[in-house]
């Protein structure tokens, strides 16, 4: 790093596959922050993307070398990931999160300066009106709701990556050092003073949404189990409700019987009994599967991300670091 002095404010953006909407973001971007009247840098993180998009940012780079850091990961890490690599080259006050795709727009970062001058050290964004597919809502709806009803993680709009961060909550997500998170929850569990404000959405600039209904799926497993063992309980007590309520069946079964005799014409609902008390159990195996996963996942230690160049502050070429 540089001993350059600590800007006020960094954005940080990542960026996949995203060459048709970069020049219009950094047309609308930059005078924004131009106009704030404090100190910023702007931290593009490229997530391996395989069309122009590095080209595009070392460019940016090069027009305005003095408030733009570019970071070059190897290889795609996802979302997240790369979020954290750019936490770790940020050295703002504040941090702020923006996706390329220019769904949140930039001129909505006064919005959330304005909180964060208020005390607030966690600032999360509610979508006024949604530009997403019909599907992309109700989807996201449904992960609001089951966070809700497993965690104690407050947000409106969990999919919204508009957010800011004090300086020190940021520093708490690098030193968690958590293979698999949710950023925005786990910002969430250590900030002290949150808030939401109501942000405008736009439909998306150019170019389709990196994230598919499995994507969707797994970060929200992602969710559940780096933030709660509710799912696990769920699944003891319905596993003890099953367990007595087949140990009574059972019972009925044998008086039965001895009652009335053999009966074969139950045959097929002792079929229906056992497929379902087998579909239980396979659930269960693949929610037991998910954290047993997560815990294979951390404990192997691998780097979370793969550096390749990072340009700004004085830095123009450092490579094969990692994190």
């Known amino acids: 790093m540089t001993s350059t002095p600590q800007p006020d404010l960094s954005i940080i953006i990542p960026v996949y596959n995203e060459q048709d909407v970069l020049p219009l973001l950094f047309t609308r971007l930059y005078p924004v922050l131009d106009g704030l009247g404090r100190s910023y840098e702007v931290v593009l993180v490229d997530d391996g993307s395989h069309d ?11 027009e305005r070398p003095e408030v733009t850091r570019v970071v070059l990961l190897r290889a795609n890490a996802g979302q997240h990931a790369a979020l954290t690599a750019g936490f770790e080259y940020s050295q703002g006050r504040y941090v702020i999160t923006l996706d390329a795709d220019l769904q949140n727009p930039p001129e909505e970062i006064p919005k959330l300066l304005a909180a964060v001058d208020k005390g607030h050290d966690y600032v999360g964004s509610i979508r006024n009106i949604r530009h997403d597919s019909r599907w992309r809502h109700w989807a996201s709806r449904a992960m609001n709701w089951v966070r809700e009803k497993i965690t104690s993680i407050q947000m409106t709009d969990q999919g919204c990556m508009f957010r800011a961060y004090d300086r020190n909550i940021i520093q708490a997500i690098l030193d968690s050092r958590e ?100 579909g239980i159990l396979l659930f269960g195996i693949g929610m037991l599967g998910e954290y047993i996963g997560r815990i294979y996942v951390q404990v192997r230690q691998r780097p979370r991300f793969l550096i390749g160049t990072v340009l700004g502050a004085g830095e123009s070429s450092q490579d094969d670091n990692d994190a």
């Not at 122009?52 to 090069?62: A, D, F, I, T």
């Open 52 to 62: 122009r998009s590095p080209g595009l940012l070392r460019k940016q780079y090069h």
């Open 179 to 278: 293979s698999q998170t949710f950023i925005p929850a786990l910002a969430y569990t250590f900030a002290g003073n949150p808030v939401e404000v109501v942000v405008e959405h736009e439909e998306r600039a150019a170019g389709q949404s990196k994230y598919s209904l499995f994507k969707l799926i797994h970060l929200n497993f992602d969710l559940m189990t780096s933030f709660s063992i509710v799912p696990l309980q769920i699944f003891s007590l319905i596993g003890m409700g099953i367990a007595v309520i087949s140990f009574l069946f059972v019972i009925y079964l044998g008086v039965r019987r001895l009652m009335i005799g053999p009966e074969v014409e139950g045959l097929f609902t002792l079929f229906a009994i056992a497929f379902f008390l087998i």
